[in-house]
């Protein structure tokens, strides 16, 4: 099974260097929860038996928010999905259709799973999140899985790096996963031509054996299509024009 990781912006020397270490070193960040886009993302709520009225929802909020960062300081969290081809995770991951997604083969990284000077290894599962109604209880050990239903567009499982005795100690961080998981780099459909051909040299230069794919816009319907790069035709850029309001002409 090949599992996706959208990828941030590569539109400087710095953000492309992050995408370098990772086909070089597996360098993978593992986030604390308590930077996720969802802020109830791993934060329980502690009171979970009380009437709803009982106390302002802002005094349990913090009591809640406590929880999440005591989590955050020692889990971290990496998210991957089985679909390149979702138009919402490019625009909210993948910089807008302009960056790119990685594809991990998910059995060689649990084959593969680093371990420390212990013996305790980076993480021991690949799970799929439980979309739900229902938000965790602060006993609930699996709500770190579980998320509302409004994210099940997402498709997401979780690899969970836990602080464990040993150098290193795991949890939140960048940490290298094993670089043989890394099979596909599919560009997105608005990569323009220059980073296109950077991702492609860079990536032939440090690993040939990866399979480099391209989003492509259906002509007929909304939605993605995910293309071998090598069968995509050699299109010049094209430029055509529209009347503004006042009969002039407008480039585009």
């Not at 709500?143 to 290193?168: L, Q, T």
Request: aromatic share 10%; hydrophobic share 35%; charged share 25%.
């Amino acid at each position: 099974m090949i599992l996706y990781q959208y990828r941030g912006p590569l539109s400087d020397n710095t953000k492309f260097q992050y995408f370098v270490d990772l086909i070089k070193n597996g360098a993978m960040k593992f986030s604390k929860p308590s930077e996720f886009n969802d802020p109830f993302d791993c934060c329980p709520t502690q009171v979970g038996e009380l009437p709803e009225n009982a106390l302002p929802h802002a005094v349990i909020d913090e009591l809640n928010r406590g929880i999440q960062h005591a989590t955050s300081q020692v889990l971290g969290v990496s998210c991957l999905t089985p679909y390149p081809d979702r138009m919402l995770m490019w625009s909210h991951y993948g910089d807008q259709h302009r960056s790119i997604c990685v594809g991990f083969d998910k059995n060689i990284l649990l084959e593969n799973s680093p371990k420390n000077s212990e013996g305790n290894p980076l993480y021991t599962e690949i799970r799929p999140v439980e979309y739900t109604n229902s938000r965790p209880k602060e006993e609930d050990n699996e709500a770190i899985y579980k998320k509302s239903k409004e994210w099940n567009y997402e498709d997401e499982y979780r690899i969970v790096s836990s602080a464990k005795k040993g150098h290193p100690q795991w949890g939140p961080g960048v940490w290298n996963i094993p670089t043989l998981a890394i099979k596909e780099i599919v560009i997105g459909a608005r990569v323009d031509r220059a980073l296109q051909e950077k991702i492609v040299r860079t990536v032939k230069s440090i690993k040939l054996e990866i399979e480099i794919k391209k989003a492509v816009l259906h002509s007929h319907c909304f939605e993605l299509l995910i293309e071998n790069l090598s069968d995509q035709p050699n299109v010049a850029p094209m430029s055509g024009f529209i009347f503004g309001p006042n009969g002039n002409c407008i480039n585009t």
